[in-house]
């Protein structure tokens, strides 16, 4: 079975600059895969540039063996994505949210009981902006899960969650892995990376500095917790975490 | 379809909800009509002239709705969504931009059909509006004005940077065309100059016919305002199709 998504010499320039340099990551299908990185390394780039929302200046990106630039249509029927700032009509309700995207889609879940699953059941008749914070974040996972995809796409996964909703976060999608589902994920929290993610790639401004699984991390910065390893992974030379 | 309905229907609530629509182009043109009734009653347009005031106002008074959804409503509200990344959520979607703005122009064309119909509604039992020519005539001239003006502000809604830009051409089109385009101010009382740098709008020549097929007057030289029209709504129509801006 092919790979899920095949990214190859990605670049990306702003400006001149580079902000994704040359980015090479290969995700298998029913895993888990984490893109960190410091605050501007290049995730949501990365991510945007896979996804064909913004033009790379070289490389090739396959998303279940089709290329996102052409057959789009077709291929985002099976893709399902939550942008880290993800936005709404200003005055739509959680029920109509849900709805305008389900039709969209030819085979897409049942959205009632997906907000059940998220702890949104109850809010189904209320204004999306009335919402908290976390409950939103649950909505547009919600949003991205809709389309019942073969792959998804979550910028950001829980920022804006308490503890414990992240933990449930954390069971439903790897019950959705275990289904099948590939999911690639961005995250601040490395507790969450070390629980989710099969593999993980860390960005250091635009450059892939490591790539393999988070035991692989600690092993090559000789750190037992993952979260040092990270650090000493997307530090620049400076010192700073840029 | 079904995808059609359903974003039509959602978008439908939102826009009412949001209420700017239902004042300008529902409420406004319906008072309009009233301040007009009670000023001329059932008096003829002039001296001896065989319709009344009223019945040669009605077609302006149908552009009131079609200005206010073309030029203002359909164009910010293609920007706001652009702003607000929310078309940026559909374009990861299974959605073309033709389904989008084929949503929000039905949207805008709803508004401009109840209008005309509200307008109908009253002014044919208070002041006993009736149309004096053929009623397809008149329709086809309605249908044509409103798809010409709608064409405009979708351009301007898929082509705009953002919502400021968008508001800014909005208002530059709306306020003129709405105040010298025979909306409010009747053309025929323009000095000659004026009148022919207004009939190069779009909606000079929609209301101009409108006017004409209402009242069954002579509509000879119609072939250039329809021509315009259809010009208007292929060129402006294809453009917001294929630049359409996502984000």
């Known amino acids: ?242 | 379809m079904k995808r059609f309905l359903t974003l039509l229907k959602n978008e439908g609530k939102l826009s009412i909800r949001d209420m700017n629509m239902v004042i300008f182009a529902l409420i406004m043109p319906l008072a309009v009509l009233i301040v007009l009734g009670i000023l001329y009653g059932r008096r003829p347009a002039f001296e001896g002239a065989p319709y009344s005031f009223m019945a040669q106002s009605f077609g302006a008074l149908c552009a009131i709705s079609i200005c206010a959804g073309g030029l203002m409503g359909l164009p910010l509200v293609v920007a706001d969504y652009r702003e607000r990344r929310i078309l940026k959520r559909f374009r990861v979607t299974p959605a073309s931009p033709a389904l989008l703005l084929g949503v929000e122009l039905t949207v805008y064309m709803l508004y401009c059909a109840a209008s005309m119909l509200l307008l109908t509604a009253v002014a044919v039992p208070v002041w006993g509006v009736r149309p004096g020519g053929p009623l397809p005539a008149f329709l086809g001239a309605w249908a044509l004005t409103m798809l010409s003006t709608l064409s405009i502000g979708l351009m301007v809604g898929a082509l705009a940077k953002n919502s400021r830009q968008a508001g800014v051409i909005a208002s530059v089109l709306y306020f003129p065309m709405l105040i010298f385009s025979g909306t409010t101010l009747p053309v025929e009382v323009m000095p000659a100059a004026l009148q022919r740098i207004v009939a190069l709008f779009p909606l000079t020549q929609g209301i101009t016919l409108m006017k004409q097929t209402f009242l069954g007057l002579e509509t000879q030289g119609a072939l250039t305002p329809v021509a315009v029209m259809v010009l208007v709504t292929a060129v402006c129509t294809g453009l917001a199709v294929r630049f359409f801006r996502w984000e």
């Open chain 1, 1 to 242: 079975m092919e790979n899920a998504i095949e990214v190859r010499g990605l670049t990306k320039r702003y400006d001149g600059r580079a902000v994704v340099n040359g980015l090479h990551l290969t995700v298998r299908r029913g895993t888990v895969f984490g893109l960190l990185g410091a605050n501007g390394a290049g995730k949501s780039t990365s991510i945007e540039c896979m996804l064909g929302t913004r033009k790379a200046e070289s490389g090739t990106v396959r998303l279940l063996g089709q290329d996102p630039g052409r057959n789009r249509r077709a291929l985002m029927e099976r893709i399902g994505v939550q942008f880290q700032e993800g936005d709404y009509q200003q005055e739509i309700r959680v029920e109509e949210l849900c709805e305008e995207t389900a039709c969209l889609y030819r085979n897409h879940a049942d959205w009632r009981a997906l907000l059940r699953r998220f702890g949104l059941g109850e809010k189904e008749r209320s204004a999306v902006r009335s919402l908290s914070g976390g409950q939103r974040q649950r909505l547009f996972i919600v949003l991205a899960l809709i389309p019942q995809p073969e792959l998804v796409f979550l910028d950001e996964l829980t920022t804006g969650l308490d503890a414990r909703a992240r933990r449930e976060i954390w069971q439903l999608l790897a019950s959705l892995r275990d289904q099948g589902l590939t999911i690639l994920l961005t995250s601040h929290f490395m507790d969450e990376v070390e629980a989710l993610c099969d593999e993980i790639c860390i960005l250091r401004r635009g450059n892939a500095v490591f790539t393999g699984t988070v035991e692989e991390a600690k092993a090559h910065c000789g750190c037992t917790d993952f979260e040092d390893a990270y650090l000493m992974l997307s530090e620049d030379e400076k010192g700073e975490n840029a």
